[in-house]
């Protein structure tokens, strides 16, 4: 049922969506409502409590084995040993008085076994398509040894690259993150539940990648719109796509943890989505609201998660050890006790666990690092590598005597990248062992630093083997221990020496070809001059080494994009493309050196920007170059006025100018000249990647129906407000002429 468009807040708006929502967003039907309806009436509330308790594993099965039997334990995460994980279940099963099996957990982020890029890497390939593929491969390796559930994807929005976390999710743009949270959920769940369906965990909600100055578990202040706006569609668009489970963040927004966020959990997620899946604490996230000064002790917080709509606490406790007294205080209903019960017993019976709640380990083993899957590892990295700079050296000519050089040339742990907890780095193939099987007895190896950190004085060794070769491979970045969780950093250069080694090889005259394989944006900007080309790997995984090796040598064109704003310095943070127009847009750069001496307290010009550093930013959003070129014309809309209930159609030519056949990622943007409230200067609506051989051009249409032009403005209601409207397609957010049109 098409709901009207309702100009009333949101709140009743909310209201009337939930009372008519019949379906459930994670798939239950009537059967399965009735057995979870069934199990619950036969359980205590100690059983009831029990499965509210999310715990980690330890080493040793018998320290679980009596809370098990006592139904005191419904999740475990971080183990994925098979023999293990099917001892618990028969515990769970065969002994526990009610049988319920266990929902086994793990972080499986970028694979699981066979790890693929990360997220941000996975994001630089804008190809949905290619992200399910790679995320149905790791929950066939993870559920094959008895993981049902994955703590991913990560949606938090990021803009400020110093955040450690950046590595973990989509990068800077709502509608790409929406987009990519989608293709996780299909690719984990499946698209029908079955044996090898891992149930999607969207995290964390919300607001987490906004933490103050890109510093790890800080407060974030958005506002209502912001959220709206920005920060909560990606959640929204997995919540529709099935995810079946949500998990709470650890950072508090003006004030609220989200642990206790009535807000966003109850009122939103649960109240206007419908969300009837499974919300689980972040990591003590629950037992952190004390440190918050947002609750006296463990039993307050606990109640003040239950009222919020958690249904599970991971590792605080909390709920194990309070609810009953809550309960019996009346500071917690058994009727929000009983619902989140439901919410976690529909899980279990979706995916099928009371009917085989056991693996097949040796089948298990058999599925781990197959051909296919290495195939799929090494196509993401490939489609995820991003051109950044070519002066025409790149694709190289085989023949030619190689150096392979840099701390990152032969990391097989570190090109993993953050949260590759099963990856293991005997299986890594680094670009060091590819190029060596590709050229046999052509590539010599001086590492000139051993670790992306390592501080060293002269590069005699590198320069005197670089003088022997036609052309540096040059391998630079951060260790993968250097982004992830608690790994902010507010220097964002290349660290140790790496710059210095860089301009050393300069000094040779030799052709150098950089990669930068980091989990961030790094600053790059002193760096280019000395390097003839620069591919940007974000962390690439176990495939890594071939992938990077087929797009330099020319096997693949390189067709990656940023998925964040690259900046030139740290200070520019937070600097990304779809901010909102100021009241002094910049027409032009002032810079400080155009500054007169003793000029008097004017303002230059609209210097809405940093004097010394200008109003741009390295390479913009969606920026990536291609050993072939492509050209844009004829861009028209199919009409110059639209109802808020059309689509617009917008056609274009697009021609392959250059010598090689390659992609495009075609990218629309839309501008909303005039709104309630200030607009961002430009907002992605559709990209899609276009294969055309060199030569060829082809006419294109993209559909925008016109609602994604709705927002929420002054009244909180979400809608198109009408007015002029300008529409960019383009290979980038920066590039393109805008053709108008007008919503009526
Ligand atoms: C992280 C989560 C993760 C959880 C379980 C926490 O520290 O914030 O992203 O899923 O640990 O490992």
Redesign the pocket.
Known sequence: MKLPRLLFPAAIACAIICSCASHSTIGAGKDVEQRVESILSKMTLAEKIGQMNQV?AGADVSNYADALRAGSIGSI??EVDPVKINEFQRICVEESRLGIPLLVAR?VIHGFHTVFPIPLGLAATFDPALVEAGARVAALEATAQGVRWT?SP?LDIARDPRWGRIA?GSGEDTYLDARMAEAMVRGYQGTQLDSTSMAA?I??FVGYGAGEGGRDYNSTYLTERQLRNVYLPPFEAAVKAGAMTL?TS?NDNDGVPSTGNTFVVKDVLRGEWGFDGLVVT??NSMGEMINHGFGTDRKDVAAKAANAGVDMD?MTYGFLSHLEELVKSGDVKVSTIDNAVRNILRVKILLGLFENPYIDVEAAAAVQYAPEHLAAAQKSAEQSAILLKNDGILPLAPGRRILVTGPMADAPHDQLGTWAFDGEKQHTVTPLQALRDRFPGKVDYVPGLSFSREKRQGFADVIAAARKADVILVFLGEEAILSG?AHSLADLNLQGSQSDLLAALKTTGKPVVATVMAGRPLTIERDLPNCNAVLYSFHPGTMGGPALANVIFGDVNPSGRTPITFLRTVGQAPLYYSHNMTGRPYTGQTLIDDIPLEAGQTSLGNTSYYLDYGAYPLFPFGYGLSYTSFEYSGIATDRAEYGVDDTIEVSFTLANTGKYDGEEVVQVYVRDLVGSVTRPVKELKHFERVFLKAGESRQLTVSIPTEELAFYGLDMVKKVEPGDFQLWVAGDSASGKPVSFKVK
Do not use: G, T, V
């Open positions: 980690s995460l971080n972080d703590f990560m973990e965990c995290k964390h998990m650890f972040d990591w991971m969780e």
